[in-house]
């Protein structure tokens, strides 16, 4: 029977993660999207003229923006009559609302922004990119100004000035008063609305009900409904095609959104090196290519991530596998590293925020391998650096007896001592050393001291 190679097990493991990340990656998201393009195209594509309702009824991130470009798109080619966006969003991230904004505002089909909940924020900034405003009873529109991920103000300067000027640009499209979107985003501005009465004074963020936004023209009608609204526009006789996001596009929204995609980041990171360091191919390892999966997907979707950088990242992965087995003095680590990194990152819809995403994905992904790497030591890949075999005399090793008995006994000298050679002591011949003098054969000699295995003797 030959000897078994502990490292063949693993090669062969990473094999099969290598064999199912490609499944995952490069056929799993085309089939995918060829699923979600062949349902698009088994519908029947309206005539030109109608009327198409689009839901913006989620927070503005990159998933919206990509439902928004593919509905927007389908509208322009059918000749449709008349957009309306239907509106119920508390914002979302400003650079996702700028790119929305430029799609409304350059849309080749009339635009309505029908504000059937709230349009708060990035949401208010949206509606005033369009070519008209129509509000429900109850509803509100404002509020845009700046916070952090927590919900805290953000009172930079430069930021709020940049954004007060794009609230002001976007008001300015429609001849709307442009110092009421700046007090929507500057808590220190001030603003006198003699239209309804009011004077907002600094430290207040300004927000305009339905019937306050149709008095200082922030809103061309009040309506209950969209069909009111597509009755405003004098347009009832036109079919109404109504659009939502897909399943695939549902999907992109959810794991694109930045929370979740530093999650499956975590997952992915923590999931991969868990696998490099303990032995065998198993649920990390698994779990954490499904997470990347997940990852890429969502922003293959979102049409983000192209194959490049799948591609990247694949590759990153096959090198830091090798570096497992090939000794590259770090180079193969770098280079996969590197890979990884790109990756991510060319296949983020924002790459400031995805090498952010990443930074912090890494730190709690090395927080968990380390927790799981101590619950774990013995089965570790470090164990292959550490010598675990114990000389034990239960497997048959002799320890060494101690000898400082012979400490004070006198014995004879067989050879001659220059300054080392053998005496007798009791019938056992020992091999013993002077402080430095020669002492002739036949000499009777004693045992000054022991020293492990130096026995130190001198003449009598």
Not at 94 to 109: F, W
Not at 426 to 436: A, K
């Amino acid at each position: 029977m030959g000897v078994k190679d502990p490292n063949r097990k693993r090669v062969s493991g990473w094999i099969k993660i290598v064999r199912l990340a490609l499944l995952l990656m490069l056929i799993g998201i085309p089939v995918l999207g060829a699923v979600t393009e062949s349902a698009r195209a088994a519908e029947t594509p309206p005539t030109g003229g109608h009327v198409y309702v689009i839901p913006v009824k989620q927070t503005v991130e990159s998933g919206l923006l990509s439902f928004l470009e593919r509905v927007m798109k389908e509208a322009e080619e059918a000749k449709a009559s008349l957009i309306v966006l239907d509106i119920d969003t508390p914002g979302g991230r400003l650079k996702s609302a700028e790119d929305i904004g430029k799609l409304i505002r350059e849309s080749t089909v009339p635009t309505v922004a029908f504000v059937s909940g709230k349009a708060a924020s990035a949401g208010a900034y949206l509606a005033l990119n369009a070519n008209d405003i129509a509000m429900a009873p109850g509803t509100t529109i404002g509020a845009a100004m700046i916070v952090d991920e927590e919900g805290n103000a953000v009172e930079n300067p430069k930021y709020v000035s940049f954004w007060s000027a794009e609230m002001e640009s976007a008001a300015g499209l429609n001849g709307r008063n442009p110092a009421i979107a700046i007090k929507m985003v500057d808590p220190n501005a001030e603003i006198e609305l003699k239209e309804i009465g009011e004077k907002i004074g600094k430290g207040q963020i300004l927000s305009l009900s339905a019937d306050k936004a149709l008095k200082v023209g922030y809103a061309d009608t009040v309506a209950k409904s969209v069909t009111e609204v597509i009755a405003w526009k004098g347009l009832s006789e036109r079919t109404v095609v109504e659009l939502k996001p897909s399943l695939a596009e549902r999907v992109s929204e959810f794991v694109t959104s930045p929370g979740i995609a530093t999650l499956l980041l975590i997952i992915g990171i923590a999931g991969i090196v868990i696998e490099l360091l303990v032995p065998g191919f198993g649920a990390p390892g698994i779990t954490g290519l499904i997470a990347f999966g997940l990852y890429f997907f969502g922003q293959s979707i979102a049409g983000f991530a192209g194959m490049e950088a799948i591609v990247l990242f694949i590759i990153g992965i096959i090198l830091l596998v090798l570096e497992m087995f090939v000794p590259s003095f770090g180079i193969l680590g770098i280079l996969g590293t590197a890979g990884v990194i790109t990756g991510i990152t060319m296949g983020a819809y924002d790459t400031g925020n995805a090498l952010r995403s990443l930074g912090i994905a890494s730190l709690v992904a090395l927080a968990v391998v380390i927790i799981f790497a101590y619950i774990f030591r013995k089965k570790g890949i470090w164990n292959r650096f550490i010598l675990s075999e114990q000389l034990t005399a239960e497997k048959g090793y002799v320890p060494q007896v101690s000898r400082d008995k012979w400490v004070g006994q006198e014995g004879q000298t067989l050879s001659m001592l220059r300054p080392s050679g053998l005496a007798e002591f009791d019938g056992q011949r020992l091999d013993v050393i002077t402080s430095g003098e020669f002492v002739e054969k036949g000499k009777s000699v004693q045992v000054i001291s022991v020293d492990g295995t130096r026995i130190l003797v001198k003449e009598i």
